[in-house]
């Protein structure tokens, strides 16, 4: 079935560590995007890329970076800059401009 | 930049009864606005969406308006089943004007119950 994945579901990051939550997706959409979302609330967007080898920064992108190598591949890394990085985190992909994001089901980062 | 308001917070509505969620937008030059369904822990899935030339949108029981002018949107869900239950959340996008890309700007989400 077409759609996006989301690795791992749950993830704890330790003082000090980087750590890096996959986002796949086999929809050949051209753009992908990442979010975070604290409980209670909306949808922030941190980075998104519209195409392989580009993207930009979303609202919220301190203490986070992003690689986009391949189509199907948006990797996001919570570096130990971002101090309060506890939240759930989505991954969408899209054909591009207006067009419809479709989501993975999350990634949810606790500090240990 | 853009920015979306989204009311009420939480909406309890009696099976079978109409729940309405209102959002309104900042910039004018938004013109695609789409309705997200987000179920405890899943990611958000998109029900209907709506494009600045279209004033109205219908699928099955649920229903999104637009009113440019006022900059509001509002979806309706008619005949509520325990099964809508869920956080709706609305967005808008200038996604047509080459400078904002492909952004979509949420609103904070509505907390909807339905009581059997």
């Known amino acids: 079935d077409g759609g996006i994945t989301q690795s791992p579901k749950y993830l704890f990051r330790k003082e000090g560590q980087n750590v890096t939550l996959s986002c796949e997706q086999n929809l050949n959409h051209d753009a992908m995007y990442w979010y975070r979302q604290d409980p209670g609330q909306g949808l922030r967007l941190i980075y998104y890329s519209q195409i392989v080898n580009d993207f930009q920064k979303g609202d919220i992108a301190e203490g986070y970076s992003v690689s986009r190598e391949k189509k199907e591949s948006f990797p996001l890394t919570v570096t130990s800059a971002q101090k309060n990085p506890t939240a759930f985190y989505l991954c969408a992909s899209g054909r591009g401009r207006g067009q419809p994001q479709h989501f993975g089901d999350g990634t949810r980062l606790s500090i240990l | 930049g853009e920015n979306v308001e989204q009311h009420p917070s939480t909406l309890s509505v009696q099976e079978g009864d109409s729940a309405v969620i209102k959002c309104t937008y900042s910039d004018s030059a938004s013109n695609y606005f789409p309705w997200y369904k987000q179920e405890l822990g899943k990611g958000p899935q998109l029900i209907i969406d709506?494009?600045?030339?279209?004033g109205e949108k219908k699928d099955q029981r649920i229903a999104v308006t637009l009113n440019k002018t006022a900059k509001h949107f509002s979806l309706h869900i008619t005949e509520t089943q325990p099964e809508d239950s869920a956080v709706y959340f609305c967005a808008a996008s200038t996604g047509m004007i080459k400078a904002a890309g492909n952004k979509l700007t949420f609103g904070g989400g509505t907390r909807v119950l339905v009581k059997p």
């Open positions: 709506i494009r600045s030339n279209v």
